[in-house]
């Protein structure tokens, strides 16, 4: 039977803190825009602060969805589901804002040694709804392990950037911003970080904003992290002889 809450129930706090995978939708007001659901599966990326409000780091991907249409109106809601033991689901309605890499507020949330490759917003929730229901649908799924393959991808290009003095790599994270963030499916502004970088029509950085260069304080922790996830990565792959998605 469903429930509505104004604020988190203390109750399910631990069950959230225990899921490794959570759901984020948004959408943009044009009645012809692009709803979009994503998920969300990097373990420590989800953060409870109080019972009215929450926040996750934002990590690259091909697309912007999430960031443009929470520029444009706030809207955003978060659901988690129970993959194993009492069945449930639980969404979180609230207003989103966001906190870009490089800027004071993304600093407060996440200190460089924290900060995780591909690292490019923290989206900060305000609740003002809980919702819980049955999940008595959703199918039992045993949790394996946690993905890594974002974090080596992004790692890299973070290192080319930083290979050419924070400035210019044909193949480096500025790149990919200014090519795949710059704005969502329906034109909507979204990552400023990638707006900042004028690129040519074949995809190459032109220019860049010098305060982009705040992202990479950071770099030393994500050159380690790399390391680190290529070795890891490695033994996985020997253990489970090839079941690790190339």
């Not at 704005?183 to 900042?196: A, E, H, R, T």
Request: with cysteine; charged share 25%; hydrophobic share 35%.
């Amino acid at each position: 039977m469903g429930k509505h809450y104004e604020t988190i129930p203390p109750e399910v706090v631990p069950w959230i803190k225990k899921q490794h995978i959570f759901f984020v939708a948004t959408a943009p007001l044009d009645s012809d825009g692009h709803v979009n659901v994503s998920p969300k599966g990097v373990e420590g990326t989800f953060h409870i602060i109080d019972e009215r409000t929450c926040w996750y780091e934002d990590l690259t991907g091909s697309g912007i969805e999430t960031i443009s249409h929470i520029r444009e109106n706030g809207r955003i809601t978060i659901m988690f589901c129970a993959f194993e033991g009492p069945p449930r689901i639980l969404r979180l309605w609230g207003k989103g804002a966001i906190h870009e890499v490089g800027t004071n507020e993304y600093d407060s949330f996440i200190p460089v040694s924290d900060r995780k490759p591909g690292s490019r917003a923290v989206v900060k929730i305000d609740i003002h709804k809980v919702g819980t229901s049955c999940g008595y649908a959703v199918p039992f799924f045993t949790f394996d392990r946690y993905r890594t393959q974002l974090e080596q991808h992004f790692a890299q290009k973070e290192l080319k950037d930083l290979e050419h003095d924070n400035l210019r790599a044909s193949n480096g994270m500025l790149q990919y911003w200014a090519t795949k963030n710059t704005k969502s499916m329906d034109g909507l502004p979204g990552l400023q970080q990638g707006i900042l970088c004028d690129a040519d029509a074949a995809g190459g950085i032109t220019k860049m904003d010098t305060s982009t260069k705040v992202f990479y304080v950071g770099f030393p922790h994500y050159i380690y992290f790399s390391v680190a996830l290529f070795i890891d990565d490695a033994i996985v792959r020997l253990i489970f002889d090839g079941r690790v998605d190339h």
